[in-house]
């Protein structure tokens, strides 16, 4: 397992953007495939974005896709999620995750996949 800290959550108007941050500590990403889920209140985590080991395969759920740019660089031991043109219903907390794995292109979007989490950081959008 890795520790998993997120960051740049906040409160934010409708049709803004922000950017999410998911740093690494005491052990570098570069072999862990990466995503980021969400929970609003009285709902289920679901997924919201992930990324392949090699940074080359992503996925996103339909409802953020064109919206949202998840992005990782390994360098930095970060992985990234650009939220633009953000609406009310994408209020949640939001949680970064990691897991270890052989293969460069596979994507994990199942939160069972994982096992490490973040503490997750809030986003709140106006209306």
């Known amino acids: 397992q890795v520790q998993l800290i997120e960051s740049g959550g906040g409160l934010v108007q409708a049709g803004g953007s922000l950017r999410l941050s998911c740093a690494a500590s005491?052990?570098?990403?570069?072999?862990?495939?990466m995503g980021w889920f969400r929970q609003a209140p009285g709902k289920e985590r679901e997924s919201v974005a992930a990324?392949?080991?090699?940074?080359?395969?992503?996925y996103y759920a339909d409802s953020v896709k064109g919206r949202f740019t998840i992005s990782r660089d390994n360098a930095e031991n970060s992985v990234y999620l650009q939220m633009t043109s953000l609406e009310p219903e994408d209020t949640a907390v939001y949680y970064c995750?990691?897991?270890?794995?052989?293969?460069?292109?596979?994507?994990?979007?199942?939160?069972?996949?994982?096992?490490?989490w973040g503490q997750g950081t809030q986003v709140t959008v106006s209306s």
């Open positions: 990324i392949s080991r090699s940074g080359r395969i992503t």
């Open positions: 005491g052990r570098s990403l570069v072999g862990y495939a």
């Open positions: 995750a990691a897991r270890s794995i052989l293969t460069v292109s596979s994507i994990l979007t199942a939160a069972s996949q994982y096992d490490s």
